[in-house]
RNA sequence: GCGGGAAUUGCCAAGUUUGGUCAAAGGCGCUGGACUCAGAAUCCAGUCCCGUAGGGGUUCGGGAGUUCGAAUCUCCCUUCCCGCACCA
């Protein structure tokens, strides 16, 4: 019976005390250096994670059944702020948080108090880390990875600190760094930066900010400054709106008089402008005055909208009727509403007066957009406004792709909305007409605390500038010269890398590295997990020598990653002795590069484009990566996985619900890398069916071929050599599916083919002697190449065999192709195909049962010119010559049919030689006779039909005597 | 919008790089049969349409083209998915 959960473990621990997976360098051995991204210790493995941790494993345990010494290690990423916000949230008592972790320690403790006692312990965010470290350990040995934990390692760690400290003094050096402006989201009472953990329901809102456009129109001594997102709509503009009942202000801007509303001081503030309020009045004042234009001599009027919010950006509004649904509306509602006029004591006629200016042309527009949007959306008044959200955002989006600016925008006459919005900004900034200003996208965007959230400006952000230099030039060339598989997602690499620009490369908080030459600053997480592969080459010897963070200088790497240094001083320095400086530069020199990494397409667009460019930055060409094969994501039952859908799976309970080995074959078997692994349960069963029917038919057989040699010598009859034949081919394009990382191709082959073949071989064959010595030949090779995918349970059936080693250490010897023969297959194939055609036409007359089926094979004279049309490749006018030195063939008038027929059937292109047909239909009569449950016979006189007529070579003519 | 990917016979999904061997693998589902007290499992057969002789017809998102020949190559269109920057 076959038991996966005890066979599993079994051989889990048996693995874990021999320390097969342990690698070091091998001087004489070739090496293969393979990765997966190290997982986030802030929760328990899923099934996503299993999906590329598994491929990994089955390419290295592939790697190494080739006889490459293979490094597969794993550690754990913990910078940036998911820890710390775990731990604020239980020590805030927050509840949602409280019960998450519950979820999840629950997976692995069942005691409700020793739950408790776990979550409790997270508000120390070195709590959560080990213990999901531990968990995600736990869980891979569960699932039979064969990975080398010695060198097991976490980004908060001391000694990974002093690496990533190094490679940012090797950018700062190469000017790959550099300072500048950065808008961030900010709470003020906290004084801190958030993020996406920090701000209340942060995950589902929109967390990027606009930038906002400040206008100074002249106004007085001052100016009345109006925002927008539009700024190139300024020619556009009519009037202004303030709101009547809103608090304004007089304030000293930077050493210019602004009018803004109260509540903008507030954002000014925080972005680095110096505020100084002189007066507070209300909005009603300003009602009926006029501001001048920035261009020209118009004057605009300043109107009272109810609607303007004082508390987004200045609280100021220009009117630009034509291209703005809002302000279209609002103007139109205001000319209708004699008591407001009156009560603004406004002019009714200047009011009336005041008409849209379209200043963008938008084809197959005929009237102001602003004025269509409002009718295709049937807004009725300013208070619709939701509808007026929808109208302004459909037409914002068609113009901002689709508008062009026309005559009445001077220089920007004939821009397209996209380009000129960017231009306009430049300008009016640069003549101090204008000034910027970021809100959150989001209204009300609340931090945990409480607080709103605004935007600051970091003056010195640090970014990493991926144009400077030569950089993205070595990043091609390193792209160029390395695999990605499957090759459709290179692309997508390309346009990425022309894309990058400046990227933030350190925070203000979180966990993580500290910027070494300005310890304000943190070092982001996409940052400093991109060259770290290299830090499994010699952590262990870290570990175990007992080497101090502060031993690890500059000089430390320098020499053994790069050679740099001599290495007395580089000794003296880090008071680490030569010989084991010595044995990390090795062991570093030996393993190094990364042979190949194995992620979601989802890091394509950061962590692996950071890869390589870090890697070109710092490493020397011979030490660049190699190859990057990627996997879509796993969804469950055709559903995105999701903590929000709640159908996350974990991978601590694969084992116990589904067994190691059958997760790790359906996650291969499923689906292409280029596609979704869909974790379907009812084919998941199907799949655990394959997987029993195998260990049995194995089990069935295994005692029985101890008594066989194993030797093709020994084997008699034709068919069992066709059988073994095909296997051994079957196992030969497997690997080739293998060599190209396809999982699948290589599953397919060598599980299900070949075990169709056996299956069936085991119902039709009647020599049983064969069929064990088939079985011995087979067995041990089939268990071997299935053992990378189904380590445990090929691991027990090669015990069953009698072998004393482990299969998981094996090397494979090519498969021999000595078993091997075409001339055979190709034989076979043609009985089948007879065999087919009988079955065929026995389904067709709906007959079941007849006695005596008849086999003609073609004439000799179509066997001649079947071999004219070959030499020729179907030159009709060829054939005829050859024909013509026959009187015999010329004689037959079925001769141009027949030569026809074959051309269109193209049988030169057909791989089916000189087969001996009658010779062969004798030697497999039984086997015929045996599929299809009738005698036959082979070029009988008798042919009631004249079906010979019909016969050509290769498909002999058929009739059943029903 | 930009960039990338995809569309195959009831469903999932191979095939497309290198055009012909493709009515198109495999699995699921469905239909019939075997086994069984019964069910599950397993096994056998069938599963685009027509056909009492191995054949014929119509298919691979839609349209046009290249070719003796197109699921596969070219062009246009439609639909869906993913990414678009500080969340890892």
């Given at each position: ?11 889990q ?20 250096f393979?990765?997966?991204?190290y ?23 592939y ?8 490094l ?20 805030r ?29 997270f508000?120390?965010?070195?709590n ?12 891979f ?10 060198r ?22 190469k ?7 950065y ?5 003020p009472?906290?004084?801190n ?7 209340s ?12 456009t ?12 109006p ?24 304030a ?88 407001m ?19 963008i ?13 409002c ?42 909305v996209?380009?000129?919005v ?12 204008a ?24 003056k ?18 390193c ?30 908080r ?21 060259i ?19 031993q690890?200088?500059?000089?430390f790497?320098?020499y ?44 394509i ?14 490493f ?19 559903q ?70 194993g ?8 068919y ?5 034949s ?9 690997e ?22 056996l299956q ?14 088939v ?7 089939w ?17 069953k ?34 065999v ?29 010119v ?47 030689n ?49």
């Amino acid at each position: 019976m076959y038991d996966p959960q005890r066979i599993e473990r079994k051989w889990q621990d048996k693995w874990e005390q021999a320390r097969i997976f342990e690698a070091n360098p091998i001087s004489d051995r070739e090496k293969v250096f393979i990765t997966s991204p190290y997982p986030y210790a802030s929760g328990p493995a899923h099934i996503g994670h299993g999906r590329s941790f598994v491929n990994g494993d089955v390419f290295a345990r592939y790697y190494r059944a080739k006889g490459y010494n293979v490094l597969y290690p794993m550690a754990f990423h913990i910078t940036g702020t998911p820890v710390l916000a775990i731990s604020s949230s239980i020590e805030r008592g927050e509840e949602n948080m409280i019960a998450r972790m519950i979820e999840y320690v629950s997976l692995h403790t069942h005691e409700e108090k020793k739950v408790k006692e776990i979550v409790e312990s997270f508000v120390e965010p070195w709590n959560v880390v080990n213990y999901f470290s531990s968990t995600y350990k736990s869980d891979f040995k569960s699932i039979g990875m064969s990975l080398d934990w010695r060198r097991e390692f976490t980004t908060g760690d001391k000694l990974y600190n002093k690496l990533i400290e190094w490679q940012f003094h090797k950018l700062y050096d190469k000017g790959y760094l550099e300072k500048g402006e950065y808008p961030i989201l900010y709470c003020p009472r906290d004084g801190n930066a958030v993020g996406e953990d920090d701000i209340s329901r942060g995950d589902e809102l929109n967390l990027d900010i606009n930038e906002y456009t400040c206008i100074k129109f002249p106004f007085g001594d001052g100016y009345l400054v109006p925002a927008t997102l539009r700024p190139e709509t300024i020619y556009g503009a009519t009037n202004l709106w303030i709101n009547p009942s809103g608090i304004y202000v007089d304030a000293n801007v930077n050493e210019e008089k602004w009018i803004i509303s109260e509540e903008a001081i507030h954002l000014l503030v925080n972005q680095n402008k110096l505020v100084r309020v002189l007066r507070k009045f209300k909005g009603s004042e300003l009602i009926g005055k006029k501001v001048k234009e920035l261009f020209g001599d118009r004057e605009l009027l300043i109107l009272p909208g109810e609607f303007v919010d004082t508390s987004v950006a200045t609280g100021v509004v220009y009117s630009v009727p034509a291209h703005a649904p809002y302000d279209y509306i609002a103007l139109v509602d205001l000319q209708k509403d004699k008591d407001m006029q009156e009560k603004f004591k406004l002019d009714k006629e200047e009011i009336e007066g005041i008409k849209p200016i379209q200043i963008i042309d938008l084809p197959g527009f005929e009237d102001f957009p602003a004025k269509i949007y409002c009718e295709r959306f049937k807004v009725e008044s300013q208070e619709d406004f939701e509808k007026l959200d929808n109208a302004t955002a459909e037409n914002y989006k068609n113009e901002f792709y689709n508008g062009v600016l026309n005559d009445k925008c001077a220089d920007y006459e004939s821009l397209k909305v996209s380009d000129a919005v960017v231009k306009v900004v430049e300008e009016l900034i640069e003549n101090g007409k204008a000034d910027k200003l970021y809100l959150p996208i989001t209204k009300d965007l609340k931090c945990k605390c409480g607080e709103r959230i605004i935007v600051s400006i970091l003056k010195d952000q640090w970014f990493l500038n991926y144009t400077a230099g030569n950089w993205k030039e070595k990043a091609f060339e390193c792209l160029n010269s390395m695999d990605i598989v499957p090759k459709k997602y290179r692309m997508n690499f390309e346009h990425i890398f022309n894309w990058l620009e400046k990227r933030p490369c350190a925070r203000k908080r979180g966990l993580g590295t500290k910027l070494p030459f300005d310890k304000d600053w943190i070092i982001e997480s996409l940052s400093d997990s991109t060259i770290y592969m290299s830090f499994y080459t010699i952590i262990h010897i870290l570990k175990e020598n007992g080497i101090q963070p502060d031993q690890l200088v500059i000089e430390f790497f320098d020499y053994v990653y790069l050679d740099i240094g001599d290495i007395q001083e580089v000794s003296k320095k880090t008071k680490i002795n030569v010989g084991l400086l010595k044995q990390m530069q090795k062991e570093f020199f030996y393993w190094y590069p990364v042979d190949h990494r194995h992620t979601a397409i989802m890091h394509i667009s950061n962590h692996l484009s950071f890869y390589i460019f870090h890697h070109v930055a710092i490493f020397p060409r011979k030490h660049w990566p190699k190859i990057i094969s990627l996997i879509e994501p796993v969804i469950i039952e055709g559903q995105k996985m999701g903590k929000s859908i709640g159908n996350v799976i974990a991978l601590a309970d694969i084992q116990q619900n589904y067994s190691a080995d059958l997760f790790r074959f359906y996650i291969s078997h499923s689906a292409d890398f280029g596609i979704m692994v869909d974790w379907r349960e009812k084919q998941i069963q199907t799949v655990k069916n394959h997987i029993m029917r195998f260990y049995n038919f194995f089990v069935e057989n295994v005692i029985a071929i101890k008594e066989v040699e194993g030797d093709i010598a020994h084997i008699n009859s034709k068919y069992s050599k066709i059988v073994l034949s095909k296997c051994i081919n079957k196992f030969i394009e497997a690997e080739k599916g293998l060599e190209e990382l396809n999982l699948r191709k290589y599953l397919q082959l060598s599980f299900y083919e070949v075990f169709n073949l056996l299956q069936e071989y085991s119902k039709h064959t009647d020599n049983e002697r064969d069929k064990l010595e088939v079985y011995k030949i087979v067995f041990p090779e089939w268990i071997k190449i299935l053992s990378i995918t189904m380590p445990h349970l090929c691991e027990e059936l090669w015990e069953k065999l009698g072998k004393d080693n482990f299969i998981s250490t094996e090397v494979w010897t090519d498969f021999n192709i000595d078993y091997t023969n075409i001339k055979l297959e190709r034989e076979f194939d043609y009985v089948s195909d007879v065999v087919d055609d009988i079955m065929n036409i026995l389904k067709i007359v709906k007959s079941s049962s007849p006695e005596n089926i008849y086999l003609y094979t073609a004439p000799k004279w179509k066997q001649d010119v079947y071999e004219i049309i070959n030499s020729k490749k179907g030159d009709f006018k060829e054939i005829m010559e050859q024909c013509k030195f026959s009187n015999d063939l010329m004689k037959n008038k079925n001769l141009i049919s027949y030569i026809k027929s074959q051309i269109k059937e193209r049988v030169w292109e057909k791989e089916s030689n000189s087969l001996k047909e009658e010779l062969i239909l004798e030697e497999y009569r039984s086997y015929i006779e045996k599929r299809i449950m009738a005698k036959i016979h082979i070029n009988s006189e008798y042919d009631p039909k004249n079906r010979l007529a019909k016969a050509v070579p290769f498909k002999p003519a058929i009739y059943i005597d029903l």
